[in-house]
């Protein structure tokens, strides 16, 4: 069966390598294929996979490129590197003091998000293990903290039987649309995709994965589903 034949890139001035020179961080598309780059390293996946981040020669044929592209094989050093750095981090679950003068309630609500601070029933340790990873794959990512609307409650109590309790967001830089800084550098406004599963779909037997897509400001935050 012959191979199919895809027709290599060799115009420097188009390579669609993810590092190419002369634009930066100024067009969203050449930062987006290094998150990708990123990404992708640390899984294994895409051009790895494919072979599609391999060149080709100035001698080589379609044919014998392609398949050195298939015969290519990855050994996948950078996620075994990185993966030393992030799995010691709370193998053990920390213990934690709470200082004297926190009340009864408080120190519930505080319970209570240790072990669920997401919102989907994520404990802080794990998130946050999931952070460092993130970090070490990107060299950034970010943590936004934010609370469910409160109207007509009264007191800590009220609160925290209503389950008005903060909640966090795990954002990696590929899934950054757009972000907004004020002159202290604060982010006022930030867009990003994310999945989640369709709730309708939760206890079938294929749940449905839903794109989302979620706009946060000081002042609101919405949720757009794709499609």
């Known amino acids: 069966m012959p191979l199919e034949t895809v027709e290599p890139i060799i115009d420097t001035g188009t390579q669609t390598f993810p590092f190419e020179t002369g634009q930066g961080w100024t ?20 051009g790895y996979a494919d072979g599609s981040y391999l060149l080709p020669h100035k001698r080589e044929d379609f044919t014998s490129f392609n398949m050195r592209k298939i015969k290519a094989r990855q050994i996948n050093d950078a996620r075994a590197i990185l993966n030393q750095h992030v799995t010691p981090i709370f193998r053990a679950i920390p213990e934690r003091r709470f200082i004297e003068t926190l009340g009864s309630v408080d120190e519930t609500a505080l319970n209570i998000f240790l072990k669920d601070c997401d919102g989907a029933g994520t404990p802080y340790s794990v998130f946050m293990k999931r952070f460092a990873r993130a970090a070490r794959i990107y060299d950034s990512a970010f943590v936004l903290v934010d609370n469910k609307p409160v109207s007509n409650v009264m007191t800590k109590a009220d609160l925290l039987e209503r389950g008005n309790l903060p ?7 590929d899934a950054i649309s757009e972000i907004v800084m004020n002159e202290k550098s604060e982010v006022t406004y930030i867009k990003w995709t994310t999945t ?6 939760v206890n079938t037997a294929k749940p449905e994965k839903q794109e989302l897509i979620i706009e946060w400001s000081s002042s609101y935050i919405c949720h757009t589903i794709q499609g």
């Not at 067009?27 to 895409?46: C, E, H």
């Not at 909640?167 to 830089?173: A, V």
């Open 167 to 173: 909640f966090l967001f795990l954002i990696t830089p």
């Open 27 to 46: 067009n969203p598309k050449t930062v987006q294929r290094r998150w990708d780059f990123l990404s992708a390293t640390f899984y294994g996946n895409k």
């Open 196 to 201: 989640r599963v369709n709730p309708e779909t």
